[in-house]
């Protein structure tokens, strides 16, 4: 079993304090959902974790072993940010061979891609792009994933057959999940965190968001 | 190897975003170079190499350059995530990038100071 711990984690921008000595811990097999406000430091912990945001201070360690600049390894952890990330002029095949996935399990998993095997990816809608770099991240050979907003965008049907892709997947891995779409988040996660007034909290009870004032 | 050939496949499709400006730049820098050739060559009947006037031009291929990266990391600061995720740290990529592209460079104005010579000696 692999493990992710974060300890310490403390941000500021221009004086004012983000994050305040957070400390989460991620297993491999594991589910793990980040709640939080907007503007409460969720994607800047991810990308503080995935090692492109310095932080005041932080402490990554994988195994118990402290790690810097985490996204240099690329088989421990990969980060699927809130924009699209994939240049606009790559198409399927490319994409699918640089991250060692399969393109043909997709489009069985997804029939409407294979309708439009060579339009680049730019040309795809905004939710199938989102779909794509979801699956790409999930799939890809990696022991921890980390998806800001995964459900955004995606139509029901998808947002259902992507549950069950990262049902299928945390057996292999641990995957870290932030995303407002709580009911869905709540389906599939293990363990779950908020991140509130710059602190997290474990949250061990769906009621407890409503005591600390995230859904009314 | 599998992990360097897509290394290198990353490295290649950063650079894609940006060959045919950049190639362009090469061009337009070594029709320059050819013209002050051909300039000082009436004026001294005599050719010293185009290599004489490259400077000019490598500040301008180089200042374009920075431009275009400034560009990048302003327009298309989301795609670093794209090769972030296949282990590539962005100073690896824009340093590989910017030598692969300086090559490409230097071999054109090479093969226009060839031909010139060439041009000279058939006329």
Redesign the interface.
């Known amino acids: 079993m692999n493990k992710l711990e974060i300890d310490s984690v403390t941000l500021e921008f221009g004086g004012k304090r983000i994050l305040s000595d957070i400390y989460m811990r991620f297993e491999s097999g594991k589910v793990t959902g980040i709640l939080g406000r907007n503007g409460s430091g969720k994607s800047c912990l991810l990308r503080i974790i995935?090692g492109?945001l310095q932080a005041q201070y932080s402490n990554i360690r994988f195994n118990g072993r402290a790690i810097f600049?985490p996204?240099?390894?690329?088989e421990k952890i990969?980060?699927?940010?809130q924009?699209?990330?994939?240049?606009k002029?790559?198409k399927l095949k490319?994409i699918f061979?640089?991250?060692?996935c399969n393109l043909q399990v997709f489009k069985n998993d997804f029939p409407e891609y294979g309708k439009d095997r060579n339009k680049p990816f730019g040309q795809w809608s905004f939710g199938q792009k989102r779909l794509v770099e979801t699956y790409i991240?999930l799939k890809?050979a990696s022991e921890f994933v980390m998806l800001d907003e995964p459900f955004s965008y995606l139509m029901p049907v998808h947002v259902e057959k992507l549950k069950e892709i990262i049902r299928i997947e945390k057996a292999g891995k641990g995957i870290l999940i932030t995303d407002h779409l709580y009911h869905d988040l709540l389906d599939i996660t293990d363990e779950l965190y908020m991140i509130a007034d710059g602190g997290s909290l474990p949250i061990r009870d769906p009621g407890e968001l409503t005591t600390y004032g995230y859904i009314s | 190897m599998?992990n360097i050939y897509?290394h290198c496949?990353?490295i290649l499709?950063f650079y894609?975003?940006y060959c045919i400006p950049a190639f362009m730049i090469t061009l337009f820098c070594c029709y320059g170079a050819r013209i002050a050739s051909v300039a000082q060559i009436q004026d001294h009947k005599e050719f010293y190499g185009i290599m004489m006037f490259i400077a000019p031009f490598f500040w301008i291929k180089t200042i374009t350059n920075i431009l275009m990266l400034l560009y990048l990391i302003q327009f298309?600061a989301?795609?670093?995530?794209?090769y972030?995720?296949?282990?590539i740290?962005r100073g690896e990529l824009w340093i590989i990038t910017f030598l692969m592209d300086y090559m490409v460079f230097f071999m054109a104005v090479y093969l226009t100071g060839l031909s010139l010579k060439l041009t000279l000696i058939y006329p």
């Open positions: 995935f492109t600049k996204y240099r390894y690329p990969r980060y699927m940010p924009e699209s990330f994939i240049p002029y790559l490319t061979e640089l991250y060692g991240i890809s | 599998i897509r496949r990353a499709i894609r975003a298309k989301h795609e670093r995530f794209f972030a995720n296949l282990g740290r």
